[in-house]
């Protein structure tokens, strides 16, 4: 993914067009993030039709050479112990009407060579939902 610019700088770049969620992760494009210390990421979600209160499950990855990926990672410490853990990050469209759609914004640090977002959808019965990515380099 090539940064584009407008007449204000950077302008986000489409790297998951209107794609059909499964129960699987799905990856976006890779965006190519050297030099940049933070992105930004605008995801639309749109619930499929006659569904409510599905999820949309994404994870941030990264990697130094395009070839080997590393999901992000947290550590939290339970009884004295710090138990590493994949972050999923989650999203309950509970307040969208049926077919509706919703939009997030999300600053995300890169300090890698590439990023891409894998994502997914929460068993929806019987349509999928949608998203759209984009991604904003530059805004650091």
């Known amino acids: 993914m090539s940064q584009e610019y407008g007449a204000r700088g950077p302008v986000p770049v489409t790297i998951a067009n209107d794609v059909t969620l499964t129960t699987s992760y799905v990856d976006s494009a890779v965006v190519q ?10 995801i639309k979600y ?7 209160s599905n999820n949309v499950i994404y994870q941030f990855k990264f990697s130094p050479d395009n070839t080997n ?11 004295g112990a710090a138990t590493v853990d994949k972050v999923e990050h989650t999203y309950t469209a509970d307040t969208l009407p049926a077919s509706g759609s919703d939009y997030l914004r999300i600053r995300v640090p890169v300090c890698d060579q590439y990023f891409k977002i894998s994502f997914k959808e929460s068993t929806p019965t019987s349509n999928a939902g949608t998203v759209n990515i984009k991604v904003q380099k530059g805004t650091s």
């Open 33 to 42: 993030a050297a030099g940049e210390a933070i992105v930004t990421v605008y």
């Open 46 to 52: 749109t619930q499929g039709s006659g569904e409510s």
């Open 69 to 79: 990926w590393y999901t992000e990672v947290d550590s939290p410490v339970a009884t």
